[in-house]
């Protein structure tokens, strides 16, 4: 799993409430990801992150805000969760650099009520 | 938008035969990556070939490129029921400069024991 872990790895929350995801990795690796998973839909970049502060958008960042404080952990938040949230959240990281393969987290499967 | 689509959504075959998975995609790309994903699990790299090789080989594995049609497709020779799993093809594209993969819907594939 090249040293990467998320949390939670299950959560069940409500319409309205704000969420965070943690993706930590154990190795100084610069690029991290975030995808969501949903069938028929494959996986969809939600944010990436290039550095520490250095975030950008994928092509589903709407209701969705990211943090890279710290080089080895990559936050996702959902402001106030919505039931289109419901889904299985992957975080990665790129160990070569751009144009390199990557490596995925466990996934968090969050459910929003 | 997927800027890659998988044919066939989903395959079954017995333990054996060889499997086939085929990817189209959109736009110019640095490479193209297939990943697996056993159910409930993260996705695992498999194999990577940049748009300048036209075939690659890993163990059961076989990768083909044709950047003129823009298609590739993935080969596992002598399946096993270890195998059953998704596949996904993951474009790495020019225009983005290597720092994010645009992923297709993937292919179920079941191999029967």
């Known amino acids: 799993d090249a040293g990467i872990t998320q949390s939670p790895r299950h959560k069940v929350t409500e319409t309205g409430t704000p969420v965070t995801l943690r993706c930590h990795q154990t190795e100084n690796h610069r690029y991290m990801y975030w995808y969501r998973q949903d069938p028929g839909h494959g996986l969809r970049l939600i944010h990436y992150?290039?550095?520490?502060?250095?975030?950008d958008k994928g092509e589903v960042s709407d209701g969705y805000s990211v943090s890279r404080s710290k080089t080895e952990d990559f936050l996702l938040t959902l402001e106030s969760a919505t039931s289109s949230q419901t889904s299985v959240y992957f975080c990665a990281i790129n160990i070569g650099g751009p144009s390199y393969e990557q490596y995925f987290g466990p996934g968090t499967r969050l459910t929003v009520t | 938008s997927q800027q890659g689509e998988e044919d066939p959504q989903a395959l079954s075959i017995q333990e054996g035969e060889n499997a086939t998975m085929n990817c189209s995609y959109k736009?110019?790309?640095?490479?193209l990556q297939w990943y697996r994903q056993n159910s409930g699990r993260g996705l695992v790299h498999l194999i990577l070939?940049?748009?300048?090789?036209r075939e690659k080989h890993s163990g059961r594995l076989r990768v083909t490129l044709d950047t003129s049609k823009k298609s590739s497709s993935l080969l596992i020779t002598a399946s096993r029921a270890a195998d059953t799993a998704s596949y996904f093809c993951a474009t790495d594209g020019v225009e983005t400069s290597g720092s994010r993969l645009t992923f297709g819907e993937g292919t179920q594939l079941t191999v029967n024991p």
């Open positions: 736009t110019s790309i640095n490479n």
């Open positions: 070939i940049r748009s300048n090789e």
């Open positions: 992150s290039y550095g520490v502060k250095d975030t």
